[in-house]
């Protein structure tokens, strides 16, 4: 039997070899005798549900999680590792990527690729150097930005490729990804898997995290499924038999018939429409972000959203939901066949408007509150005596919600910060629904959301439309709008573009109305 600490002939088969790795938490065992074995030169995906324990794993290999904190062993290169903190992984050539980007707006794409490694000459930073090799990196993952761009002004599928290169300034040999095409289309999504095959033919090793499974099928070579903390097999993509269904089962313990529930709608009247809605960017007062757009909802109804990124599906979400975004110049809100006027977010949820954000993280959570104080934080009224909060009755509701939507938490007392990401959208949601609202706006709901959560998701927003209310989904991923909309708006450029039933809708009508303009912008005339 292999001693702890020791290493055996098989481990010069593999550039990293995770065994037995147990890692616990107050109340939670995260991790449970986990093993993870990465060959030179691959790319290794690792599946699981939110939960699972993928980026806890990810963390206890880099150091996040200090050696001695967990149980089990690391060999890496063939020695036994015991990281106690990133920068020694990084030393060794193991970077890891966030799915939460850690660069910082302000600063420049140079300033940023060396931060805290920044080249010197004579005890003085040489910027020179940095600038000209910031540039080489660029150019190696495909970008010609000026390196003295501020990273606030390039688009976030730019930005992850400013820190796969501020990787590679590291002589990454063993790159891991968390979920890095989460918030990135689907050419930016392309472009940066490309980039990852490439430094595989180059010998780097990468390991990717991602609930994108039709992305995992097509670039990796193994994926290793975790469950609730444990390793459930390794699947070698080569030997073929590969496919989603049987990453799905591996991931749920299940095969999933389908990927949305079996729903009959029970769709009414018209209750919520926006006419002739405009808006003007909140810096750029010569830009309009919303050009005379108009839509409806009806009771009972799930509208989809469809656009491309930067079309303006959040902006107008946002300036609808209580003028929260841009400068409102005109247009009209009609609900149940009155005019109201929303001038703020509270007005708003007076209202009957709910609106789950995108960025669940900045937008849509504090991450120093615990599950109780989130669930309740858009309705303090329904459970204050005049400026007091009954805390009973918060835990109580806080308590139905979780048990509802099963979010996996020991209790509503746990900060949610230390959630899996989709048990936070779960809180999230459940803030919004105790709300009671007749319209819920859901931006980019299931974004980093594996695909058994998804289906629970699904499930709840279908039901919440059976109580009769309206719900608008936007989604980046059209077979999620097809699957569970009624209708559905494609939105380009700030304008909306066509209207589509389900029964119209397909992928190619989706994409051809989300890139052309209408024929009376085309003709430069100007919205009325």
């Known amino acids: 039997m292999q001693q702890p ?8 088969a593999y550039l990293l070899r995770m065994h037995a790795i147990t890692k616990r938490f107050p109340g939670v065992r995260a991790l449970d005798n986990v093993n993870l074995d990465v060959r030179e030169g ?20 880099s150091g996040v999680y200090p050696h001695g904190t967990y149980d089990g062993d690391i060999v890496y290169r063939g020695q036994p590792a015991a990281f106690k903190n990133i920068r020694e992984s990084e030393a060794e050539g193991i970077v890891i990527i966030h799915q939460e980007l850690a660069l910082i707006p302000e600063l420049s794409i140079t300033e940023n690729i060396f931060l805290g490694n920044e080249p010197t000459r004579r005890g003085a930073i040489d910027w020179r150097r940095a600038k000209a090799q910031a540039k080489e990196l660029l150019l190696r993952v495909g970008l010609r930005e000026d390196p003295d761009t501020a990273i606030k002004n390039i688009g976030v599928g730019k930005q992850q490729l400013v820190e796969i290169a501020k990787a590679l300034s590291k002589d990454v040999q063993l790159l891991i990804l968390d979920e890095p095409t989460a918030a990135l289309n689907e050419s930016d999504s392309e472009h940066l898997l490309g980039l990852i095959a490439d430094l595989r033919a180059k010998g780097i090793t990468s390991i990717l995290i991602s609930h994108k499974l039709n992305e995992i099928e ?24 590969v496919d989603e269904d049987r990453i799905i089962k591996g991931m749920v313990g299940r095969t999933l018939e389908s990927r949305f529930p079996d729903h009959t709608p029970n769709i009414g009247e018209v209750f919520f429409e926006v006419q002739d809605w405009t808006v003007r960017h909140p810096q750029i007062a010569e830009r309009l972000v919303c050009k005379s757009e108009s839509f409806s909802v009806r009771r009972g109804e799930i509208v989809g959203f469809a656009g491309l990124m930067g079309a303006g599906r959040t902006e107008l979400a946002r300036s609808v939901f209580g003028r929260s975004y841009g400068t409102y110049v005109s247009g009209r809100i009609i609900k149940d066949g009155k005019e109201i006027r929303l001038h703020n977010v509270s ?30 934080a858009a309705g303090l009224k329904k459970i204050a005596n005049r400026t007091v909060v009954d805390r009973r009755e918060e835990h109580s509701v806080a308590e139905r919600y979780r048990r509802l939507l099963r979010t996996k938490a020991p209790s509503v007392d746990e900060g949610v910060a230390k959630l899996s990401g989709g048990n936070q959208q779960k809180v999230v949601l459940s803030k919004w629904m105790f709300t009671d609202p007749d319209l819920l706006i859901l931006d980019e709901p299931t974004r980093g959301i594996d695909v058994g959560a998804k289906y629970e998701i699904y499930g709840i927003i279908q039901a919440l439309a ?47 109305l989300m890139t052309t303009a209408p024929a009376t912008q085309r003709a430069g005339s100007t919205p009325a």
């Open 5 to 12: 600490g020791a290493t055996s002939k098989d481990d010069a």
């Open 42 to 61: 691959e790319i290794h995906a690792i599946c699981g549900e939110n939960g699972a324990g993928k980026s806890t794993l990810m963390k206890v290999l």
């Open 218 to 241: 097509s670039i990796a070579d193994s994926i290793t499924i975790l469950r609730d903390g444990h390793t459930i097999e390794t699947l070698d993509v080569g030997a073929g038999g």
């Open 347 to 376: 007005q708003a949820i007076d209202a009957g408007l709910g609106y789950l954000t995108e960025d669940r993280k900045s937008l849509g959570l504090n991450l120093l509150d615990d599950i109780k104080a989130t669930t309740v």
């Open 466 to 512: 059976d109580q009769g209310k309206g719900v608008i989904v936007i989604s980046s991923e059209l077979p999620e709008l097809l699957g569970l909309s009624d209708r559905i708006y494609t939105i380009f450029e700030g304008r909306v573009t066509g209207e589509l039933t389900r029964e119209e809708a397909d992928q190619e009508r989706l994409i051809r």
